[in-house]
Protein backbone atom coordinates (compact mmCIF):
# COMPACT_ATOMS: atom_id res chain seq x y z
CA UNK A 1 0.00 0.00 0.00
CA UNK A 2 1.16 3.50 -1.41
CA UNK A 3 0.52 6.32 0.74
CA UNK A 4 -0.20 9.73 -0.80
CA UNK A 5 1.55 12.17 2.01
CA UNK A 6 0.47 15.04 -0.01
CA UNK A 7 -3.53 14.06 1.06
CA UNK A 8 -2.24 12.66 4.18
CA UNK A 9 -1.17 16.53 5.39
CA UNK A 10 -3.69 17.55 3.65
CA UNK A 11 -5.94 15.56 6.18
CA UNK A 12 -3.95 16.65 9.06
CA UNK A 13 -4.05 20.34 8.25
CA UNK A 14 -7.66 20.27 7.57
CA UNK A 15 -8.68 18.15 10.91
CA UNK A 16 -5.97 20.96 12.85
CA UNK A 17 -8.56 23.62 11.45
CA UNK A 18 -11.79 22.01 11.98
CA UNK A 19 -10.95 21.55 15.60
CA UNK A 20 -9.48 25.00 16.05
CA UNK A 21 -12.22 26.14 14.02
CA UNK A 22 -15.55 23.87 15.08
CA UNK A 23 -13.64 23.56 19.13
CA UNK A 24 -13.19 27.29 19.70
CA UNK A 25 -16.52 27.83 18.45
CA UNK A 26 -17.52 25.28 20.91
CA UNK A 27 -15.46 26.41 23.97
CA UNK A 28 -17.16 30.26 23.20
CA UNK A 29 -20.62 29.49 22.99
CA UNK A 30 -21.07 26.54 25.45
CA UNK A 31 -18.39 27.38 28.03
CA UNK A 32 -17.20 30.95 27.92
CA UNK A 33 -20.17 33.12 27.12
CA UNK A 34 -22.47 31.65 29.42
CA UNK A 35 -20.23 32.07 32.35
CA UNK A 36 -19.36 35.82 31.29
CA UNK A 37 -23.16 36.69 30.87
CA UNK A 38 -23.83 35.26 34.39
CA UNK A 39 -21.15 37.96 36.28
CA UNK A 40 -22.18 40.24 33.36
CA UNK A 41 -25.89 39.86 34.79
CA UNK A 42 -24.10 40.04 38.79
CA UNK A 43 -22.18 43.44 37.60
CA UNK A 44 -18.87 41.28 38.51
CA UNK A 45 -15.60 42.94 37.03
CA UNK A 46 -18.28 44.19 34.52
CA UNK A 47 -15.33 46.61 32.57
CA UNK A 48 -12.40 44.25 32.83
CA UNK A 49 -14.92 40.97 31.56
CA UNK A 50 -15.94 43.38 28.01
CA UNK A 51 -12.50 43.84 27.73
CA UNK A 52 -11.33 40.16 28.21
CA UNK A 53 -14.73 38.73 26.08
CA UNK A 54 -13.67 41.64 23.34
CA UNK A 55 -10.12 40.23 23.29
CA UNK A 56 -11.46 36.70 23.02
CA UNK A 57 -13.73 37.57 19.78
CA UNK A 58 -10.82 38.86 18.27
CA UNK A 59 -8.39 36.30 18.66
CA UNK A 60 -11.37 33.76 18.34
CA UNK A 61 -11.82 36.00 14.39
CA UNK A 62 -8.31 35.09 13.43
CA UNK A 63 -7.90 31.52 14.34
CA UNK A 64 -11.17 31.00 12.36
CA UNK A 65 -10.34 33.23 9.74
CA UNK A 66 -6.79 31.37 8.55
CA UNK A 67 -8.96 27.91 9.76
CA UNK A 68 -11.39 28.73 6.95
CA UNK A 69 -8.45 29.62 4.48
CA UNK A 70 -7.08 26.15 5.17
CA UNK A 71 -9.83 24.14 5.25
CA UNK A 72 -11.08 25.69 1.79
CA UNK A 73 -7.69 24.92 0.10
CA UNK A 74 -7.22 21.14 2.15
CA UNK A 75 -10.63 20.23 1.30
CA UNK A 76 -10.73 21.26 -2.51
CA UNK A 77 -7.49 19.13 -2.61
CA UNK A 78 -9.11 16.01 -0.71
CA UNK A 79 -12.28 16.17 -2.47
CA UNK A 80 -10.46 16.39 -5.97
CA UNK A 81 -8.30 13.33 -4.91
CA UNK A 82 -11.80 11.45 -3.76
CA UNK A 83 -12.84 8.15 -6.10
CA UNK A 84 -15.93 9.74 -5.29
CA UNK A 85 -15.63 12.81 -6.74
CA UNK A 86 -17.06 12.66 -10.48
CA UNK A 87 -17.45 16.16 -11.11
CA UNK A 88 -17.96 19.87 -10.68
CA UNK A 89 -22.25 20.21 -9.66
CA UNK A 90 -22.41 16.74 -10.38
CA UNK A 91 -24.53 14.65 -7.08
CA UNK A 92 -25.08 11.35 -8.60
CA UNK A 93 -23.95 9.27 -5.15
CA UNK A 94 -24.68 9.34 -1.86
CA UNK A 95 -21.00 10.70 -1.48
CA UNK A 96 -21.62 13.87 -3.39
CA UNK A 97 -24.90 14.45 -1.85
CA UNK A 98 -23.27 14.28 1.79
CA UNK A 99 -20.82 16.99 0.02
CA UNK A 100 -22.93 18.95 -1.15
CA UNK A 101 -25.39 19.45 2.40
CA UNK A 102 -21.78 20.15 3.90
CA UNK A 103 -21.30 22.60 1.76
CA UNK A 104 -24.30 24.17 2.26
CA UNK A 105 -24.12 24.27 5.83
CA UNK A 106 -20.36 25.65 5.44
CA UNK A 107 -21.39 28.74 3.55
CA UNK A 108 -24.03 29.45 6.08
CA UNK A 109 -21.04 29.58 8.91
CA UNK A 110 -19.49 31.50 6.54
CA UNK A 111 -22.60 33.70 5.82
CA UNK A 112 -23.00 34.20 10.11
CA UNK A 113 -19.73 34.35 10.22
CA UNK A 114 -19.59 37.54 8.26
CA UNK A 115 -22.36 38.70 9.93
CA UNK A 116 -20.53 38.55 12.97
CA UNK A 117 -17.30 39.79 12.45
CA UNK A 118 -18.68 42.96 9.75
CA UNK A 119 -22.01 43.75 11.50
CA UNK A 120 -22.57 42.75 15.44
CA UNK A 121 -19.21 43.01 16.53
CA UNK A 122 -17.98 46.13 15.49
CA UNK A 123 -21.68 47.20 16.64
CA UNK A 124 -21.28 45.46 19.69
CA UNK A 125 -17.86 47.23 20.29
CA UNK A 126 -19.49 50.49 19.46
CA UNK A 127 -22.10 50.13 21.85
CA UNK A 128 -19.86 48.92 24.65
CA UNK A 129 -17.77 51.57 24.35
CA UNK A 130 -20.59 54.27 24.51
CA UNK A 131 -21.63 52.28 27.98
CA UNK A 132 -18.45 52.35 29.91
CA UNK A 133 -18.90 56.04 29.37
CA UNK A 134 -22.31 56.15 30.93
CA UNK A 135 -24.41 56.99 27.63
CA UNK A 136 -26.14 52.84 28.06
CA UNK A 137 -28.73 52.52 25.33
CA UNK A 138 -29.98 49.35 25.56
CA UNK A 139 -28.20 48.53 22.80
CA UNK A 140 -25.25 46.66 24.59
CA UNK A 141 -28.09 43.45 25.62
CA UNK A 142 -29.72 43.56 22.04
CA UNK A 143 -26.33 42.64 20.14
CA UNK A 144 -25.44 40.34 22.83
CA UNK A 145 -28.75 38.31 21.84
CA UNK A 146 -28.05 38.62 18.71
CA UNK A 147 -24.64 37.35 19.25
CA UNK A 148 -25.36 34.34 20.82
CA UNK A 149 -28.42 33.52 18.55
CA UNK A 150 -25.70 33.45 15.50
CA UNK A 151 -22.98 31.77 17.27
CA UNK A 152 -25.86 29.11 18.04
CA UNK A 153 -26.71 29.12 14.54
CA UNK A 154 -23.23 28.55 13.45
CA UNK A 155 -22.53 25.35 16.49
CA UNK A 156 -25.87 23.82 14.63
CA UNK A 157 -24.30 24.12 11.07
CA UNK A 158 -21.32 23.21 12.30
CA UNK A 159 -22.76 19.66 13.60
CA UNK A 160 -24.13 19.51 10.53
CA UNK A 161 -21.24 20.09 8.68
CA UNK A 162 -19.20 16.96 11.36
CA UNK A 163 -22.51 14.81 10.57
CA UNK A 164 -21.80 15.16 6.91
CA UNK A 165 -18.12 14.22 7.21
CA UNK A 166 -18.80 11.01 9.27
CA UNK A 167 -21.52 10.04 6.28
CA UNK A 168 -18.90 10.86 3.67
CA UNK A 169 -16.16 8.85 5.23
CA UNK A 170 -18.33 5.92 5.96
CA UNK A 171 -19.14 5.15 2.74
CA UNK A 172 -17.00 3.13 0.76
Same mark, same amino acid.
Given at each position: ???????????????????????? &????????????????????????? &?????????????????????????????????????????????????????????? =??????????? =?? &????????????? =???? =???????????????????????????????????
Amino acid at each position: MVTDWLLTVSLFFHLVATVAWLGG &LTLLSLIIMPNARALLARREGTSAL &LSLLDKLRKRFQVVANVSLLVLLVTGLYQMSASPFYTGFLQFDNDWSRAMLVKHIAVI =GMIGVGAVMQF =GV &LPALERASLLAAR =GKES =GEVERLRLREQRLTTINLILGAITLACTAIATAIR
